[in-house]
Each structure stands twice: as structure tokens, then as C-alpha cells.
């Protein structure tokens, strides 16, 4: 197998398998735009299917725990590994159990995260004035600042339909990158 970022390698070599197949990579951004569309014309349902995809990535992620727990020798590491495991367990049961109930507390948890990552980059863009472009992370930051706030303002309310919104608006942007970027090699080819 090679590598795409050898160093060495033509791009124009490397990209030619890409540009025979835009045609896919444009149909692939069609269906992450309609997903995201219809995500964005029901945004509770799609909170509640990302709640419940969340759960499910809970539940796997706790079985494994729960086996590699039983790899480990030491008794402390081995009941350490089994708790946390099985914590995810039920974790991802709950989820699956109550999805608004879970993304009233998921919505809780990004509006404080985002409060918390705006203020930050605010803090860094103040202390790295000289020499770089720190209005550009002022903006940045008072962007998530804002949307952190609203989010925040709006609870639990907003849980129906927060989580929901950023899956949609995420498909619709994935699906016009896949699709410039299909109708790009079809236009360089």
C-alpha cells in the first residue's frame, strides 16, 4: 500500500483515481445534504438520533471495558477497567431509555463547554496580540461565547432542539464540501 504523502509521490498521480470517481464523491454529498436537510426539518428527531447513536457508541465502548478489564492482572486496575465499563453500560442504556432526558444534560454540557472554549480563545487572542491575527480569535471567540450563552440562556428548552440543529447544519456543510470537492475533480480532469 502506498502512501499518499510520500514524499516523492506526484499529487497529480496520487488524485487521478479520485477524479475518475467524482461522479461518487458528488452523490455521496448529495445524500449528506438531504440527510442534513431533513435533519434541520425535524430537529427533534434528529436529536433524538443523536442521542441514541451516542448511546449506542456508549454500550459498545463499555463492553469492550468490561473485556479488556479482564486482561488486566492486577486487582486494582482489573476493578477499576469493570466499573468503568460497566458504567458506560448503563450510561448508553439510560440514553437509550430517555433520549430527551439525555440531551437536556448533553445541551447542558456543550452550552458550558462552548462558554468555556470562547472565553479561552478570547484570553489567548489577548495574550498573542504582537505579530499574528488576534482579532480573528477575538471573533472566534466571541462567536462560541455567544452560541455557548443562547444555548445555555434557552435550557432545558433548548435540548429538544440544540443537538438536532448541529447535526443538520454539520451533514449540510459536509454535503456541499463533498460536492465542490467532486465537482472539482470533474473539473480538472
Do not use: C
Not at 476493578?79 to 431509555?97: E, K, N, P, R, S
Not at 450563552?149 to 434557552?154: E, K, N
Amino acid at each position: 500500500m502506498t502512501n499518499v504523502f510520500s514524499p516523492g509521490s506526484n499529487l497529480t498521480e496520487t488524485l487521478a483515481p479520485l477524479r475518475a470517481k467524482w461522479g461518487w464523491i458528488v452523490a455521496l454529498g448529495v445524500v449528506y445534504l438531504v440527510a442534513g436537510l431533513i435533519a434541520l426539518g425535524s430537529v427533534a428527531a434528529a436529536t433524538a438520533a443523536s442521542v441514541l447513536v451516542v448511546g449506542a457508541m456508549m454500550i459498545v465502548a463499555g463492553v469492550m471495558e468490561v473485556i479488556s478489564a479482564f486482561q488486566v492482572k492486577t486487582w486494582g486496575r482489573f476493578t477499576f477497567w469493570l466499573l468503568l465499563g460497566l458504567l458506560y453500560i448503563v450510561a448508553g442504556f439510560v440514553a437509550w431509555d430517555n433520549p430527551f432526558l439525555t440531551a437536556v444534560w448533553l445541551t447542558l454540557i456543550l452550552g458550558a463547554a462552548l462558554v468555556a472554549s470562547g472565553l479561552m480563545r478570547i484570553y489567548i487572542a489577548f495574550s498573542m496580540k504582537q505579530h499574528s491575527p488576534w482579532v480573528w480569535v477575538v471573533i472566534s471567540g466571541l462567536i462560541t461565547l455567544i452560541l455557548g450563552l443562547i444555548i445555555l440562556a434557552h435550557w432545558p428548552v433548548s435540548a429538544v432542539y440544540t443537538l438536532g440543529i448541529f447535526l443538520g447544519v454539520d451533514l449540510v456543510f459536509a454535503g456541499v464540501s463533498w460536492i465542490s470537492l467532486g465537482l472539482g475533480f470533474r473539473n480538472a480532469a
